[in-house]
């Protein structure tokens, strides 16, 4: 087999999308298996629609994602007019593509008269036979398109996910293939392009398999060779429907912001209608190379949930080296606390069991940088008297004080602490000290936040707290 060449030709005319994502990956997942190159190539033919800022949007997704392309230079198909020009004059040369006159009240009338009589619409061919003297005569004064003069035969190919696909063209009829000579269409672009490339694989969703057949069929008059396709099936909802466009189209970018690794956005996209060898979840960028191949691919539907996406997140961020968490942390976290590498390292290293997204750290970790203002009601443990609180608290000051900064770990900490704490109910031991360091009820356990913190600052903090709970007088109710 010759060396594999792949593309993704995505349209700058929306965000970029899980589904062209999900292509993307495919893509160059079959491109680094095969040892092949993956090329990047924008379709801006759409000058309406096309926009810097989403072309902008895909290349930020694909480097966040690491899907690399081998092209120096990205090709843009708005860039490529003239031979666009060149390629579509030799098709009405040899009359293999014509100008179409026909208006579309023309058009829908035709169309409507087919369906009448249960006929698939397609074009009649009416300006088929005009000849070039007559379409002459007209081009300037009508508007005109040029269409391709479609061939009558069945048309046979092999798709590497569906298998073998046969489709008779006379269904097909005469597609519209330019608007005019400088401005061409999908279907006949797309073959010019694939071909000046050396495009051995096209990999795609199967919406585009009715396009394949009218391909086929353009680089056949172009005399240029035929890739291989691969049909990937569609993306469902939750309730195994085709997902609505809004949520298909909703910007890989969002679940960026959200704060998802990019690690666990590739392990749920590749899994989005493949899956490996051995039946397992998790898998890293190596792996997924390793193992990819397209005959795995599902003929059905895949299924998008989003609590899928957040496990597989939540399994990254215990699984990743800290330094690599704490670099996708960077966007999320105020520059201060960059300030403090090494305490922001055993930071992390505490709240990553803790936290779905990235997004979440900053709430779960801001007490570890800044002890919040609380109510001395929340030191107290269920019906636990303010004496009693008191006295634990001391007693847990008096045992951080005697340990040495460097021997302040939470192996050297627990057997002591936890001989305290079991001299009485656990709870009423180790909530108020867990309150003491963190500020809140819900936080890391005592054991982790003192190794965090270092002694000089859980001792300061026990105090603050045994300030409050001396420095005025609870109610009954404050203590319920």
């Known amino acids: ?9 995505p349209s700058p005319t929306g965000p970029f999308s899980i589904g062209n994502a999900r292509t993307a990956l495919y893509t160059w997942l079959f491109a680094r298996h095969e040892g092949g190159e993956f090329f990047l ?10 926009k810097k800022e989403y072309e902008d949007d895909v290349i930020d997704g694909l480097k966040w994602l690491g899907l690399t392309w081998d092209n120096k230079e990205i090709m843009r198909q708005s860039e490529r007019g003239k031979i666009y020009e060149e390629v579509l004059t030799k098709l009405l040369n040899e009359g293999r593509a014509y100008y179409c006159f026909c208006t579309p009240e023309e058009l829908e009338a035709e169309r409507q008269a087919q369906m009448s009589q249960g006929i698939s619409p397609k074009y009649g061919g009416k300006c088929r036979h005009l000849s070039k003297e007559e379409a002459s005569a007209e081009l300037g004064k009508k508007p005109a398109v040029i269409r391709f003069a479609m061939p009558s035969r069945e048309v046979e190919f092999e798709d590497f996910v569906r298998g073998k696909v046969r489709v008779n063209t006379d269904l097909i009829g005469d597609i519209i293939i330019a608007r005019n000579l400088r401005d061409p269409l999908y279907n006949f672009s797309v073959v010019v392009d694939d071909a000046a ?6 990999i795609r969703g199967e919406d585009h398999l009715s396009n394949t057949p009218k391909q086929m069929m353009v680089a056949e008059a172009l005399g240029l ?13 939750p309730d195994k429907k085709k997902l609505s466009k809004r949520n298909l189209e909703g910007s890989l970018n969002d679940y960026r912001r959200q704060g998802y690794l990019p690690e666990a956005v590739l392990n749920f996209l590749v899994l989005l209608g493949w899956h490996p060898i051995k039946d397992r979840e998790i898998l890293s960028r190596e792996e997924m190379v390793a193992e990819f191949a397209l005959k795995r691919v599902q003929k059905g539907g895949a299924v998008m949930n989003e609590e899928k996406l ?8 215990r699984a990743l080296p800290v330094e690599t968490v704490m670099e996708h942390l960077t966007p999320f976290i105020p520059p201060e606390w960059k300030k403090r590498p090494a305490f922001l390292k055993r930071v992390v290293e505490v709240e990553r069991n803790r936290m779905k997204t990235l997004q979440e750290f900053a709430e779960l970790a801001n007490p570890f940088f800044t002890l919040p203002e609380y109510p001395a009601s929340l030191l107290i443990w269920k019906e636990t008297s303010k004496e009693q609180v ?4 001391e007693d847990a000051e008096g045992l951080v004080s005697a340990i040495p900064e460097k021997k302040l770990t939470a192996e050297a900490l627990e057997p002591q602490l936890f001989e305290m704490a079991n001299r009485t109910d656990r709870g009423e031991f180790l909530w108020p000290l867990r309150v003491a360091l963190s500020g809140r009820g819900a936080s890391p356990g005592p054991l982790e936040l003192i190794e965090v913190l270092g002694k ?6 026990i105090h603050h707290a045994l300030e409050l709970l001396t420095g005025g007088t609870l109610t009954p109710e404050a203590r319920a």
């Not at 087999?1 to 030709?9: E, G, I, Q």
């Not at 291989?228 to 469902?236: F, G, M, R, T, V």
């Not at 008191?390 to 608290?393: D, I, S, T």
Request: charged letters at 30%; glycine letters at 4%.
């Open 1 to 9: 087999m010759d060396k594999v060449r792949v593309r993704f030709a």
């Open 41 to 50: 190539r924008i379709e801006d033919t759409d000058k309406e629609r096309s």
């Open 197 to 202: 490339m050396g495009i051995t694989h096209v």
């Open 225 to 237: 060779p035929v890739p291989q396709y691969a049909h990937l099936p569609l993306i469902l909802g």
């Open 310 to 317: 957040t496990w597989l997140n939540l399994q990254h961020l």
């Open 390 to 393: 008191v006295k634990n608290l």
């Open 456 to 461: 000089e600052e859980s001792l300061r903090r």
